[in-house]
Structures are given as C-alpha cells and as structure tokens.
C-alpha cells in the first residue's frame, strides 16, 4: 500500500521518460538519497540498540566490582567449550551472512539465497547450543527467581578445585551474577529469533527476484543488524565466560 | 541580514479559497487514513489519539484535585488515589508530553520547513503511530483491570516486590509506547540531514527544526535505556531475576539510575520542541529575525548534551554519595545557561519588533513567564540543600507543572493555533481563543502557584489527606484546576467548530516566512510541486516583504 505513489500531482503520471527504478519511493529525489537514507537509519536504530544493551553492561560492570567472588564462581559454572563453539557459529554466521550481501550486490540470486540459509541456519545452531546451556543452568539450580540453590557455591567446585567456597553472603549475590547472565543473553538471543524471523521473510523475497535486481539496501541494512547481535556476543562471550577464569 | 524588523501588512483573507485538491481530500475513505504514510495525515491521527490520551489524564488530575479540596481522603480511599495520581503521570508524561509537539506539529511541518516531500520513512512513521496506539492500549488495560499505584517513576522495590497491581501491563505499554518515540527520532534525525532541500543549509533551518533535532537525539539515546531497566522491572516481577533486589544482592538505586538516565532528559524531549514552536511564533509576530540566531540553534544541541549528565539531581535524599551530588548539582546549574541564552534571545528578539498579539503569540508570552518560573525553581531544587527541604513535597510538584504544564503545554497550544490555519486550511476564531489562552494563563497560575507554597509549608506530595491549615491554598488550587480545565476544553471546541466554520485561511495568513507559509493551505499530499530552491536565510522579513508576487503554489 504506498500511498506516496498514489498521491502524485494531477499532471504527473509516471510515464518512460522518468525512468526511475521500481524501487524507488516517491518521496526521494534519486536511488543515492534513498539508500543513503536507509543505511543511515540502520546505524541509528543499532546506536539504540547499544544503548539499550548498555544498561545491562553499565549493570555488569558495576555489580562485577562489588560481588567479585562471585563473579567468579558463577562463570566458572559455564561451559567454555560450548561459548567457544557458539562464538565460532555466530561469526561463520556473519561471514555468511556478508556473503549474502556480496551476492545480493553482484546479482546473484541463487548464491544470495544459499547464503541466507547457511545463516539461518547457523542462528539456529546458535540458539540450540544456548538453550542447551540454559537447560544445564537449570539442571544445576542457577535460575535466579525460578531455580536456585546456593548449594554450588558454598561448596567445592569439582572442575577448579582450588577456588575456595564462597561464604553464605557472597554465594548469595551470585543470583546478581546468573540474573545478569540471562537478561544479558536472553535480550541477545531474543535479538537472534527476530533476527532469523526476518530473514526468513528474505529469503522467501529473495525467491521472488527481490534483492538481486540492483536494490540491496534491504540486505545490506539487514547485514548490519546481524553483524551487530554478533559483535554484542563478542563482548558478552569474554565478559561473562572468559575473563574471570583465571585470578 | 538586517535584525530590524519589518512592518508586513496581513493578506486579506475575504479573497482566500480553499484549494481544490489538498492532502484532506486526495483520497478518502477510513483505510486511506489508517494505511496512510503521508506525515500530514500521520500527524492528524496522532492530534487525534494524544488529545484523547490529554482528557483521560486531564479527568485523572480532576480527580486528585477534588480528592484534595478536603483534608480527609473522602472522596476515594487511599489506595485508589496512588492510582488515580499513578495514571495522571503516566498517561500525560509518555501518552501525551512525550509526543504532544514531535508526533503532531513536527510531524506535520518537520518536512515541509526543509523543502522536503515527506519523512524519510513513511511506513516507519505510520508504524510509530500504531506503537502509540498499542501502548496507550496496554496503559489503559491496566488503568482498567485494576490500575497501577507505583507513581510515574516504577520506583523499586516497591514496583518489583510489594504492589499486586497492573505494574508489568503498564510497563508494557510504556515500554511499546517508547518505540513509538524511538523510531519518531529516528526518523527526524534522518530526514533532517539527507532531504533537506537545495540550498536548505544547516544555518538556514528554522529553529524549530534544530530543536526537534535535539530533542530526536535525546529520544533516540535516552529511550531505550528506559526500555531496558523496565524489561528488568518486568523480568524481576515475573520470573524474579534479581539485579535490582536486595535480598539477592542487587541495587534498587541501579533503577533509578537507569530510569532516570532516561527521565530527566525526556524533560528536554518534551520541552525542546515546544521551544521550538516558540521560537517560530515570537519571530513571526515580532517581525524580526530571532536574535542570536546560532545561539539559540547550538543552545538546544547544548541542553540535549547536558541533560544527559544530570540525572543525579532526582536522587539526592535517595542515598548516593555526597561527593557526586555535589557534582551533579553543579551540572544542573550549568543546564540552566542554554535554557537563559533561549530565554534572553527571545527577549532581544522582541526588543523593537513590531509585536502583535495573536492568540499563539499570547500563549508563547505565558511560556515566556511560566518556564521561566519554571526554569529558576528548578535551579533551587538542584542546589543540594534546597533540594533536600523541598525534594517529595508540592513545591516540586509546582515546579515540574509550571515547566511542562505552563511550559510546555502553552508552547504546543500556541504551535497548534499557529499552525491551525496551515493544517486545516481555516482560522480558528481570534477572539474566543484569546479568551481562551487567558483563562488557561489565569487558571494555570491559580493552580500551581499555591502548590509552591504549599510545599515550602512541607505538604508533601503523593497524600491523598492532609493537615487542615493547609486546605485554604489546596481551594484555591482546586479552583484554579476547574479555571484551567475549562481553558482546555475551549479550544477543543472552537477548532472542532473551525473545522467547517471558520474563515478560510489562505496560504499565509500571519506573513511568516518559513517554507511552510509559501505552499496553500491545507497543503497538496506531495507538499510542494517541484522541489523549492532555498536562497534565503530562516526569519527573512525584507526577502518575504520584497517577493513582488507571492507565488502560491495552488493546484486547480
Ligand atoms: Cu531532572
């Protein structure tokens, strides 16, 4: 429904001699100005983005001061080899997904839309490999709210058995740790279904002809968003499973 | 660029014809409305739904100001009044303050000022209308199933632990309602630098257009914060994740923080475009180029700065270190610069012009006095000391609601009469209006200026009772509240009544100089029918006095 192109002036009916592109609204002066425009968008809307993700770094990093100890011995509870494996899913993931635009742009329709089902597909990987991790979080109580013991970390924790147990108090603040844990997480990978979810849209669309035809500022604005859910791991990967492993 | 000003004599208006085909009538029809993506009709719902959302919280303060006539809580229990104050807030900061001006008159003019067809996402912009309506849905849910007695502010741990109201449906609905914003932003941000028209430099902009810039910064990097820490607020009450819950070693300070991370620039959201809307009006009937021109533009980009490093000052009493408040004392003082060079080059501006008194001019001067008001109370409560006498009590109450209230509020009236003539094509009615902006001015200060008493007496807010001796100044609030609803409700009236009654405006009826005022009114769905070539700079009075013939652009 594009109002714009119904709402033109009487005289003006589009006719061969204003050989605009299909795509191109009405309301901008040349294809530069509406891609210019779009991109432009994106990396303001990813500028909220890091906004809203910073109220949970800002919270991190203040929590992380104060409940040290703790810290410590909630990220001793992950596991770094499925962080690892993930981190390497999500970046093959970008690389695929920059495949994508590269096809897009040299007008290459079956390659495009391979590329954006290898990406769907490592999201999905992704998000299989974290729901594990969850599942495992609430096996051993560390749901905060939901699940949760302090039994593990008043306790000797077998995989670094030269951590001593944490007294009553501190064990306690590691629900802080975990909450951080699965809101930080959760907001990502809330991030990765929506993200898939629409390239799924991309995908069907990209059947159609769409993408391949000289118009991928869809494909590369939705590139960017991807390749910022993936740089947003790439800072929770370290803080939260790696930079407390060894004192 | 002379600052003198210039006589210009008003068109007549007997001549004036409603053009043939406007953005009203290019298309009809329920559907050609709600899918619309011209930011014209998108502003008209969104005059629509906020005016609606003004009245419920409107009937909200009516009913905290006939609870207060009397000492006792008589008219409703205690409970009910922390929720009827609780909706008042909500409702009229995040459904109505929040996008009063952007969504209506900047939607509206943002394109049209800059020489542009429409905003650079128009499917975006509709979509910011529907997230409005969603989260005034959301909010007015949860008014109904129960309501929600947090306050405004969802102050943990009483929002996350001790009430069993609506807290998660009302923090949804603000929470979608701060997209609307968000993406509102966005889209300002964008337009205003990639569809300025030829010649449309930065220094040309009408003034209007550099505080919808700063305040469209402040909404895109503030919002989301908000959105954040009332996820968090959901999260703790629903699966009880503990980052702002004591007992497992979270802050509820962190909270504030956050929330006010966001809310004490949200002040700037809803107040810089209103002095934007004061800028166009003090110009145009002064005849004058506003003085300090790049002052006045840089100190609206200085307040959107500031005011993001400010946010202590609501948490003095609350047990932050004295240390940074003594330092966040001082940036709240340095706010107040910007905010004096807007109000001092306003005063310069009509130092000399050539004054009318038209009923926007009217309300801009009782912004002029309110805010300030405003403004210089605000200077006390963010000196430490002051603040901790008065922080909690009326006066702060009187303060916030001369700035948003008297402030902003007055601006977007004044924005709305102003604009009347362009957005419907017809005048509002002068003399009924005039009286109108009276009685709002008369009611408003009988309303709040007892408040500031009342708080310096230490009433504090948020009681639904209160001791007898200070009952004589709450009457004399109640009554100034019934002076000002009723200054509300005129002006819904008599614009409705223009609707089809008044006298046909014509294309520029004030002579203002904007690109706004070259076009007919209403304006074509496209705006302009080639794109303008922009040679002047904003506020030229001898340019518009010298164009021998004003070629308004009319189709038909
Ligand atoms: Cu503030």
Redesign the pocket.
Known sequence: MDSQAIATSPEHTPSVEHAHPPYLRHHFETVEQQREASSFGMWLFLLTEIMFFGGMFAAYLIYRNWYYPAFVAGSHQLSIVLGTINTAVLIGSSFTMAMAVYSAETRNRKALITYLLLTITLGLVFLGIKSDEYHEKWEKHHVPGLNFSVHDFVNVNPAYPDDKPLPLDMAEKTQVYFSLYFAMTGMHALHMIIGISILIILVIKAYGGSYTDGHVSTIENFGLYWHFVDIVWIFLFPLLYLISRHQ | MSTASTIVKLPPQEGATLPKKSYLNSEYGLKSWLLTGDHKRIAILYLISITFMFFVGGAMAGLIRLELLTPQSDLMATDTYNKVFSMHGIVMVFLFLVPSVPATIGNFLIPIMIGAKDLAFPKINLLSWYLYLAGAAFTIAAMVLGGVDTGWTFTTPLSTHYLNTHVVTAGLGIFIAGFSSIFTGLNFIVTIHRMRAPGMTWFRLPLFIWSHYAASILMVLGTPVLAISLVLVILERTIGIGIFDPTKGGDPLLFQHLFWFYS?PA?YIMILPGMGVISEVISTFSRKRVFGYTAVAFSSVAIAVFGFF??E??MFIMGVSNYSALVFSLLTMLVAVPTAIKIFNWSATLYKGSITFETPMLYAFGFLGLVTIGGMTGVFLGSMGMDIHLTETYFIVAHFHFVMVGGMLMAYLSGIHFWWPKMTGRMYPEQVSKLAALTTFIGFILTFFPQFILGYLGMPRRYAAYPPEFQVLNVLSTAGATVLGIGYLLPMLYMTWSLKYGKIAGANPWQATGLEWQIQSPPLTENFLETPIVDHEAYDYEWLANKTQHEVQTVG
């Open positions: 004490h002040v400010v946010w000052h609501h």
